[in-house]
């Protein structure tokens, strides 16, 4: 098994040796009959019989869940292990000609757990393709929301932030709520999992108003530098930093037509 794209030294160290397993697993097996010659398919699995087991001689087979091409088989690579087992489904497509050489499903198996060396030999070769599709999945996925400094609690009445301050961090309530105020004015409220503090991070200038605890709050801090970074490879974060921004500036846009209505001619 190889992953599509660049994988690190140590994963193509680990795929080089599971790549030899089958063939020690299957030693002193017969196979089932002669090697497959398998043309260019775009579903393999239709092509082959069920209860057996095939170990790539010659090709390359690409392997997509869901339509997307996930990693890639060739010469010493096993198929079949995924049969009767509750998967997502996987589809095997191949741009070559393949030979494969067929096993008997049941013999096969028997023959792999009929000596502690080779049960052994084939834990390492389920456990090391976990551990490359775990490797791959920490590496594409994208960084949660998860602070270096901690959540912070305040009491109804404390401030959040201190209009005037350095802007150095970004906020998100996750208990509690808490209202912006500027020069001791009410100016919008702060809702739980609302992010705030960002607009000062991104102009650099000071903060524009205080934020003040309406009832006690379990704040999340994240550094400035580290919500720019999420910001930039989390789509979420930055849709959510837009929506809570809208909210804020039709809050104040009705708040401005209020005042303006009710000022004297």
């Not at 198929?79 to 095997?92: E, I, T, V």
């Not at 393949?98 to 389920?126: G, M, N, S, W």
Request: hydrophobic share 40%; proline share 6%; net charge negative.
């Amino acid at each position: 098994m190889y992953l599509l794209g660049d994988q690190p030294a140590y994963a193509d160290r680990l795929a080089q040796r599971l790549q030899g397993i089958p063939t020690q697993l299957l030693e002193g097996l017969a196979p089932a009959g002669p090697a497959i010659e398998c043309p260019r398919t775009e579903d393999l699995e239709v092509e082959l019989a069920a209860q057996q087991l095939y170990v790539i001689e010659t090709g390359l087979l690409h392997a997509l869940i869901d339509d997307k091409p996930l990693y890639y088989l060739h010469e010493g690579d096993l198929l079949g292990l995924r049969q009767g087992a509750d998967l997502p489904a996987c589809r095997y497509r191949s741009d070559e000609p393949l030979l494969l050489v067929p096993y008997p499903r049941d013999a096969a198996l028997a023959h792999i757990h009929a000596t502690t060396e080779r049960q052994e030999l084939f834990i390492q070769y389920l456990v090391g393709q976990t551990a490359l599709l775990s490797d791959a999945l920490a590496r594409l996925k994208q960084p949660e929301l998860r602070p270096t400094t901690g959540f912070q609690h305040f009491a109804a009445g404390e401030e959040l932030i201190h209009e005037g301050d350095e802007a150095d961090n970004v906020f998100v309530i996750i208990e509690g709520r808490a209202e912006a105020m500027v020069n001791g004015h009410k100016v919008g409220d702060v809702q739980k999992d609302e992010i705030f503090g960002a607009m000062a991070v991104f102009t650099r200038e000071k903060r524009s108003a205080s934020v003040v605890a309406c009832e006690p709050c379990t704040v999340m801090v994240i550094p400035k530098e580290q919500f720019i970074g999420l910001t930039q490879s989390n789509p979420r974060i930055a849709h959510s930093l837009i929506e809570s921004m809208a909210r804020r500036i039709d809050l104040l846009n009705k708040e401005l037509t209020q005042l303006r209505h009710a000022t004297p001619a």
